[in-house]
């Protein structure tokens, strides 16, 4: 348990493995998963993302890092 809290919920429960393998991916974007709203999120340069899947998210910060 991480003892930091969002909301209520541990924030290790947001912070999945697939949102830090995200974060490895591509440092400096911060990247969680939204138990209420199901979906991935990611603040990336100044921008709030979000996606279905870790995949399309990864697309997503990998376009804006290309053409922003």
Sequence with gaps: ??????????????????????????PGACVWYGLATRRWWALEGGRL???????????QIAWLRRFA
Excluded: I, N, Y
Aim: hydrophobic residues 45%; aromatic residues 8%.
């Design 1 to 26: 348990m991480s003892g930091f809290r969002v909301f209520g919920v541990d924030a290790e429960r947001l912070h999945t493995p697939a949102a830090r393998a995200l974060e490895e991916r591509f």
């Design 49 to 59: 993302l979000e996606a279905g899947t870790p995949e399309d998210l990864a697309g």
